[in-house]
């Protein structure tokens, strides 16, 4: 493929818009409010979720620069870095994957670095003082040194997808939603979704965001990520950072019984590190009573369960 040529994301068939369907749940109708589900996790196989609407129009640009090696940041359970492979190998992109945390010698990779290995990435490990400079120039430079790559045939994809690009293809989901819902709940890793969720919906609604992570950073990632796709910040969003669960990639006995009960309930895979926090955040809202009798709320669905061993 030449610069000159368009990415045809289309022979992917991705199932958009996702389907919005109701979900008959007693916790919310007992304070009258409605639980819609909207199942961006359904958009593609292999590239679901808000994982689609971010990295849509970053391999578009990829492919338009004519840099066909894609290299992106992540966890060890990042579901960026799976989302990324797979896209490598549907599409014919090179992928590098920047691994937070040093490689533990003589043991397997995990679930979900195993499937990112199987489709073709190079994972390289940085130790975390590094990590937290990934953004810097010059370490991207040393890890392109490092993997024996032209640092102009690698086209960078920030840690979770998230750029202003991303914030625009989030726009969409925004715009899906429009006189659904007066509240649309979505988890929250690097704010991209958010952002651009908030920005698509219509003037009578608003979005709520559960960060996953601990640190109460992320409002001001927002605005950042905003700023840069819109000029400033937009819609009428917030955040709840209650239910992190003690952080990323933490789970307890308590969110895995809430996301089984939710899967027995309504026959839907729930996601821990993402969906099993904002759908317990958002039930957790409605016990408290955030939302009026009569309302409306949507829960994004944006991501599947973790590979099996």
Not at 36 to 60: T, V
Not at 210 to 235: H, K, N, Y
Request: a positive charge.
């Amino acid at each position: 493929m030449t610069s000159s040529e368009a990415l045809d994301l289309t022979a992917l068939r991705p199932r958009l818009p996702s389907p919005l369907r109701p979900a008959e749940d007693e916790r919310f109708a007992r304070h009258g409010v409605r639980l819609l589900l909207k199942r961006d996790d359904l958009i593609h196989p292999e590239l679901p979720g808000n994982k689609w609407r971010k990295l849509a129009p970053n391999l578009r640009a990829a492919a338009a620069s004519g840099r066909r090696t894609l290299l992106t940041f992540g966890g060890a359970y990042s579901n960026h870095l799976r989302a990324t492979a797979a896209a490598g190998r549907l599409l014919g992109f090179a992928t590098v994957g920047v691994v937070r945390g040093q490689e533990l010698a003589g043991r397997p990779l995990n679930p979900s670095l195993a499937r990112c290995a199987a489709d073709g990435m190079r994972l390289h490990f940085m130790d975390r003082a590094t990590y937290r400079r990934k953004a810097e120039p010059a370490v991207v430079t040393a890890v392109c040194a490092r993997t024996e790559l032209e640092r102009d045939s690698v086209y960078v994809v920030p840690e979770g997808g998230s750029n202003a690009l991303a914030v625009l293809g989030c726009a969409d989901l925004g715009r899906e939603l429009r006189g659904t819902a007066g509240t649309v709940a979505v988890a929250c890793g690097t704010g991209g979704t958010l952002a651009g969720l908030a920005a698509g919906l219509g003037t009578d609604q608003r979005a709520v965001g559960f960060p996953v992570l601990r640190g109460g950073f992320l409002d001001q990632e927002v605005r950042d990520l905003q700023r840069a796709a819109f000029g400033g910040p937009t819609g009428d969003w917030r955040l709840d950072d209650r239910f992190h669960f003690g952080g990323f990639a933490r789970t307890s006995p308590l969110l895995d019984a809430f996301a089984e009960d939710f899967e027995d309930r309504h026959g839907l895979p729930v996601e821990r590190l993402y969906v099993a926090k904002m759908l317990y955040g958002l039930t957790a809202l409605v016990e408290e009573g955030a939302f009026p009798p009569g309302s409306s709320v949507a829960a994004v669905i944006t991501g599947c369960p973790e590979p099996s061993p």
